[in-house]
């Protein structure tokens, strides 16, 4: 069965480029502030991640929330193996899928059919799966002859169609996905949100960044409330969502200030 674990673990950033004075004060702008720090080398530093503990087992279905730099990028990317903790210790059984950019990887003067078995192996699925499935996604893409010719005679709709047939022809354990997949050809739109969600559904553990209140109501169990690198709360969906909206209304409210007097105008 896939799991994950995550113990107490730390991501760090050290900022190289600008004066401390002025990453200070864009920091301290957003919703990173607190987090800005000097190390040992009295280099300015983000703690993107602060003794950070997680798990997650079969059938969970996770939603990230929070605010621009609360650690949601940083946590798929952790889970991902892109970004290495700087503290702390991470244990995951299964194979990871990350999707984050559908169209990384493609090679534009190789053939349709070549950049979906490659997509296949950057995936970890051998050919003959891959073979097996190849009638399913030709179908799924409606591309028919143009999968023989380079993907740089495509339009941008037909690449976004290979990519993403390739994409979802994997069955993964633990999937990873920063914001929801979106396609902008209507007409290809359905076909696609319904091949997403059989997607997800097959998957053991999914992990999606989101700001969509109807994504995450309608493919997670659980949301995970970040800010600042660590978490908030986490809970039944519908209830972390009320708490997340509360709490940033009170906010706005409070940014706004007192409502005008009556001859203030």
């Known amino acids: ?28 702008r957003t919703s990173t502030s607190g987090v800005l720090k000097h190390d040992a080398h009295h280099r300015v530093t983000v703690k993107a991640l602060s003794n950070f503990s997680l798990t997650l087992e079969h059938g969970d279905r996770v939603g990230l929330i929070g605010g621009n730099g609360a650690g949601k990028t940083t946590l798929l990317r952790v889970l991902a193996g892109v970004y290495e903790p ?25 053939s349709g059919y070549d950049n ?15 073979e097996r499935k190849m009638e399913d996604i ?15 005679t495509y339009s941008a709709g037909m690449t976004l169609r290979l990519a993403f047939a390739a994409a979802t022809a994997v069955d993964p354990e633990i999937l990873l996905m920063d914001e929801w ?13 319904r091949r997403a969600e059989s997607f997800v559904n097959r998957s ?15 493919l997670c169990n659980k949301v995970l409330w970040l800010e600042r690198g660590a978490v908030v709360c986490m809970g039944p969906v519908d209830e972390v969502l009320e708490a997340y909206h509360t709490r940033n209304a009170g906010e706005a409210r409070q940014d706004d200030g007192p409502a005008p007097r009556h001859g203030d105008e």
């Not at 069965?1 to 190289?16: E, K, P, Q, R, T």
């Not at 990350?98 to 003067?109: E, I, Q, R, S």
């Not at 179908?139 to 740089?152: C, H, I, K, S, W």
């Not at 053991?204 to 309608?218: E, N, Q």
């Open 1 to 28: 069965m896939a799991s994950i674990h995550l113990n107490d673990v730390s991501v760090d950033f050290v900022l190289y480029q600008g004066s401390a004075r002025s990453l200070k004060k864009t920091l301290l």
């Open 86 to 110: 700087t503290a702390g210790r991470i244990r995951i059984e299964g194979r990871v899928t990350p999707l984050f950019d559908l169209g990384l990887g493609l090679d534009m003067d190789a």
């Open 116 to 130: 979906i078995r490659m997509r296949a192996a950057y995936f970890g699925i051998d050919g003959d799966e891959i």
């Open 138 to 152: 030709v179908a799924f893409t409606e591309l028919g002859d143009y999968l023989d010719l380079p993907v740089r």
């Open 181 to 193: 997949i979106a396609v902008s050809d209507t007409k290809f739109l359905e076909k696609a949100q």
């Open 204 to 218: 053991s553990i999914m992990v999606v960044a989101s700001h969509m209140d109807d994504v995450l109501r309608r």
